[in-house]
């Protein structure tokens, strides 16, 4: 099943905004009810790794790749368990997919939530950016 879904991607010019979206079902939701819990956005570009970008930690902590910082804003709305990521003065380096992700309970890195991939284990399916 799938427990991550995101939504908003699309294609903008460079110097655009978006907003994306990660809806969260109700058994992501029991797991971070009862523990600590991070989430992040990641994003991959073909023949790429895949990137952290942003994580949040239950507590509301942030961290952001130096990339992005000062141009995208991760935050959550616990009440409705959707996750977001603001995205302004987009670049076209910013194109990829982006990946939600969660784990739980949270890990941590230097900066804040952990942004290494292979510490998430539950995964959205990706949305399509392109700027241009």
């Known amino acids: 099943d799938v427990q991550l879904v995101e939504s908003g991607g699309d294609s903008v010019l460079a110097g655009g905004s978006l907003r994306l979206s990660c809806a969260s079902s109700?058994?992501?939701?029991?797991?971070?009810?009862?523990?600590?819990?991070?989430m992040g956005w990641f994003r991959q570009i073909p023949d790429k790794e895949r990137e952290g970008v942003a994580g949040?930690?239950?507590?509301?902590?942030?961290n952001y790749a130096d990339s992005v910082k000062g141009r995208f804003t991760i935050s959550q709305d616990s009440a409705k368990n959707i996750l977001y990521l603001q995205m302004h003065s987009l670049k076209p380096e910013d194109t990829a997919i982006y990946y939600c992700?969660?784990?739980?309970?949270?890990?941590w890195g230097p900066g804040g939530p952990t942004l290494i991939p292979s510490l998430f284990l539950y995964w959205g399916r990706g949305t399509q950016v392109t700027v241009s």
């Open positions: 949040i930690e239950s507590d509301g902590s942030t």
């Open positions: 109700e058994y992501m939701a029991s797991i971070f009810r009862a523990s600590s819990f991070c």
């Open positions: 992700a969660a784990e739980s309970p949270a890990k």
